[in-house]
């Protein structure tokens, strides 16, 4: 938690120092507190930014699909916590000792202010919880995975939303390549889930590309998905120079794609 939290909770400056100087807290960064129990992990940042602190911040794209075992394909040279919210987290988040990187993305443009209307589960043990996410939460394409000895609950993004985050990351920090290959793995997608999330989804290139790889692929899922209630605008998008037009979704995708499918 961080010194706002605190004064909030009615724990004073003074009282504070004496805390940490009697070895009751720790201060991993300027103004952010913790109990000394064990090593800092990224998993316990973001759970209290999502519970006790109150931000409306997920796990999402690259690292929720890491987590939930579909994202072997993609590569990165160093490790990165992919958040996804409609506010940036507090600065203190990249002053932290850990040897992973945040990186946010702000959602609003995918998917509006959903995250302000859904409420994250509490700090609780994960088994705790409901049996099962409330809809809602399921709708917005959002999961509760359990983390740590205790089962505390992560908010991240289900497989369906995480790629669509992905997506948006293409071509200037994704590989086309690799998210062929990603794509070719993602045989059991919710079509429901799908259909409410392209359905909201603001972003005609995510949409368009979306289709463009489904068709590549052919999975079970996509003959459940109505096609005609999604828009994909109009006009052609150039998403890589000198590459090849498909004219069925109007954009341009890499020369040698089909050479390596």
Known sequence: MDAEWLSTNHYSTSLRSKYVAAGWLEQPARRVYRRPRGQLGWQQVIISLQTLLERRLIVGGRTALELQGYAHYLSQSSPE???????????????????????????????????????????????????????????????????????????????????????????????????????????????RRLQALLDRCQSVKVKRLFFFFADRHGHAWLKHIDRSKIGLGSGKRVLVKDGRLDFTYQITVPKDLDEVH
């Open 81 to 191: 916590i992919h958040l996804h919210g409609p506010a940036r987290p507090p600065g203190w988040l990249y002053s932290l000792p850990l040897k992973e990187r945040f990186v946010y993305h702000n959602s609003a443009p995918l998917f509006g202010n959903d995250l302000s209307v859904v409420e994250f589960p509490p700090l609780v043990r994960n088994d705790e919880l409901p049996a099962r996410d409330p809809a809602l939460f399921q709708d917005a394409g959002l999961r509760s995975l359990p983390w740590g000895q205790w089962n505390w609950p992560l908010t991240a993004s289900t497989p369906e939303r995480a790629v669509l985050e992905l997506l948006d990351e293409l071509p200037g920090h994704e590989s086309f390549h690799q998210t062929d290959m990603l794509m070719e793995g993602l045989s059991n997608l919710a079509p």
